[in-house]
């Protein structure tokens, strides 16, 4: 299937190396981020899950689990987060699916519908396995992101991604290019110049659809 933003993510049974769960209940109330990779013991690969691990108490302080996704099984991934640590130094402590049969890839369409491995597979092989996706705690896909297979992903880009989605989750306002944690944001344009107000304060009007506002603290 297709996941489009605001689709209820499918609840998929996961094998990882820190057990087997089923999706939505790993979720709980929490947001989540998973992050898909190619294969195990590659090297863009394993920077950038040793940049989710340096990363852990900014998750843990927006409410967020990680979870990464290697079409690998689990005893190869529980061999390569060593590398990962020693890599990164900080532990790698969030689980990785193990998706050697590509079910979940092909269920969250990371690959095409008729994809395989053949024996002796490389990472080109399942080089569409580049996804983040940031999920909301009501289930529900909030963003995407798909990488090549040589671009490393910026996660501190995730991270602002993830804060913009959080200060605007039910809230009437948007975020402007290039926002951070901190700055005005835009008001929603169903908000009438007086609704706004009652509920922001001040509105600074740079134009008759952009008018940007402070969130309440």
């Known amino acids: 299937m297709s996941l489009r933003i605001n689709d209820v993510v499918p609840n998929l049974e996961l094998e990882t190396d820190l057990g087997t ?12 981020i ?7 013991f590659t090297p863009v690969c394993t920077t950038e899950f040793g940049a989710v691990a340096q990363l ?4 843990e302080k927006r409410g967020t689990k990680v979870i990464g996704l ?6 190869e991934h529980k061999e390569w987060k060593a590398d990962i640590e020693s890599y990164s ?13 590509l079910a979940v890839s092909k269920a969250l369409d990371m690959l095409p519908a008729d994809a395989y491995l053949p024996d002796g597979s490389t990472a080109a092989d399942s080089a569409s396995v580049r996804v983040v996706f940031i999920i909301s705690p009501d ?16 996660f501190a880009e995730v991270l602002r991604a993830l ?10 306002v948007a975020m402007p290019a290039n926002w951070e944690l901190g700055q005005d944001v835009i008001a929603a344009l169903s908000l009438t110049d ?7 304060g001040e509105v600074n009007t740079i134009l008759p659809y952009l008018r940007t506002v402070k969130l309440p603290a």
Do not use: C
């Open 139 to 154: 289930k529900k896909l909030q963003l995407s992101m798909t990488y090549p297979m040589s671009v490393g992903r910026n």
């Open 89 to 101: 130094g900080a532990k790698a402590g969030f689980p990785i699916i193990a998706d050697d049969s």
């Open 163 to 172: 804060d913009a989605l959080q200060a605007s989750y039910g809230v009437p």
């Open 194 to 200: 007086e609704q706004a107000k009652e509920k922001f």
């Open 70 to 75: 290697s079409v690998d099984g689990v005893e």
């Open 56 to 59: 852990s108490a900014e998750w």
């Open 34 to 40: 998973l992050f898909s990779h190619p294969k195990d």
């Open 21 to 32: 769960f089923k999706l939505h209940d790993w979720i709980g109330d929490s947001w989540a």
